[in-house]
């Protein structure tokens, strides 16, 4: 059936396509119009979704890429921690958001549009039973003064909420605009919030990598002065260079919230740091003596080719001719087969059983070469 919303498959997320159609099904009503995405929205076919809009459309959302991808379709487009206070109060018709896998952030997305909406206003909701939508949809409607149910389609179900009553109680977002130090974490405590991935915790594949920096450290033959954490997250391997006397640190990441909290925590150790919005490091033209990279393989994303070569890319552009990578992925993962297309040396580090290590270089020095120095 063709549904004039022409969407890769099996890639899009169908909730997605469910606003969407509901979108171009109204697209002859006059009115401003919201979507607000995450990476749910990854692989939407933007010039399908604003094609023949008389209605004003804006994006605002907390993935670099999907703004980007927006803009370039000609929409109105904006990258933030889903920040709404640039936006007049009551000035939209219809908010469209398909809820996100994170509670906090679906709440909060909820209680601004409460706040963005005209009264009489729309809240389209979708998303699967066990992204909670169900639930969302019956505090929706409490916060509105509205009754309606959410309306099952496939798998999935969507909900338009209408906005008869302002200033009533929201629901509780855990202070999601604002960053906070971590009290589960007294090793580390960093700054960090809601909205990044494993916000509260260290992430095991990161600590694997961290523990084995010294290691890692030994293939060079002069101290490294310039690092690049590609998909930094709140910025917790990036902080660990300061303690090896890299000099520079350059830390980037796809996500808006990631980016606030590793700029807060390289701010206080270290001088000579960068934080830069990009997709893989697609804005970066600098070289760097290492780049260190705990994909997002294994958190939600599709483990695909396309993926790991994106990545591989990233890193062997952004790598200086002498310079080494460091990849931590799932041992399921076959980053070493992907990997010898671009890098001449490809060296597992080390495997705990559930993560390995993967040493990458342009030339042909590997660690087992190092070793054999130190040996000697």
């Not at 908010?95 to 809240?123: D, F, M, P, W």
Request: aromatic letters at 10%.
């Amino acid at each position: 059936m063709n549904n004039g919303f022409d969407l890769p498959r099996p890639f899009t997320d169908p909730n997605v396509i469910r606003l969407a159609l509901w979108l171009q099904s109204n697209q002859s009503k006059q009115g401003k119009y919201l979507a607000v995405t995450d990476e749910n929205w990854s692989h939407c076919n933007w010039a399908s979704l604003g094609a023949g809009q008389n209605a004003s459309l804006k994006v605002v959302s907390n993935r670099y890429d999907i703004a980007q991808q927006a803009l370039n379709a000609g929409l109105v487009a904006e990258f933030n921690d889903f920040d709404f206070s640039s936006i007049e109060p009551h000035s939209y018709d219809v908010v469209l958001y398909r809820v996100s896998k994170e509670r906090a952030c679906s709440h909060h997305v909820i209680n601004q549009a409460s706040k963005l909406l005209k009264l009489g206003g729309t809240l389209v909701l979708s998303g699967e039973k066990n992204d909670g939508v169900k639930t969302y949809v019956k505090q929706a409607c409490i916060l509105f003064g509205d009754r309606t149910a959410a309306e099952k389609k496939g798998k999935g179900y969507l909900a338009t909420i209408t906005l008869h009553e302002f200033n009533r109680t929201l629901l509780d977002d855990k202070n999601y605009p604002s960053t906070r130090e971590s009290k589960k974490l007294p090793s580390f405590s960093p700054i960090t919030k809601p909205g990044i991935f494993g916000w509260d915790k260290i992430d095991r594949g990161s600590a694997f990598l961290s523990e084995h920096i010294p290691l890692f450290l030994t293939q060079f033959s002069e101290p490294p002065q310039t690092l690049l954490d590609l998909g930094c997250g709140y910025g917790y391997l990036a902080c660990q260079a300061s303690k090896y006397g890299i000099r520079h640190v350059t830390a980037t990441d796809n996500n808006a919230a990631a980016l606030l909290a590793a700029a807060e925590n390289l701010k206080a150790v270290t001088a000579e740091y960068n934080v830069i919005a990009a997709d893989a490091g697609n804005n970066i033209v600098e070289r760097f003596d290492i780049v260190w990279c705990n994909p997002p393989f294994h958190q939600g994303f599709s483990i695909d080719g396309d993926m790991s070569d994106k990545f591989l890319r990233a890193t062997k552009r952004l790598l200086s001719s002498s310079g080494r990578a460091l990849f931590v992925v799932n041992t399921f993962i076959p980053l070493e087969r992907s990997a010898k297309k671009h890098f001449r040396s490809v060296e597992v580090l080390a495997n705990n059983g559930s993560f390995k290590l993967i040493a990458l270089a342009l030339d042909k020095h590997t660690m087992s070469d190092q070793r054999v120095k130190h040996d000697k």
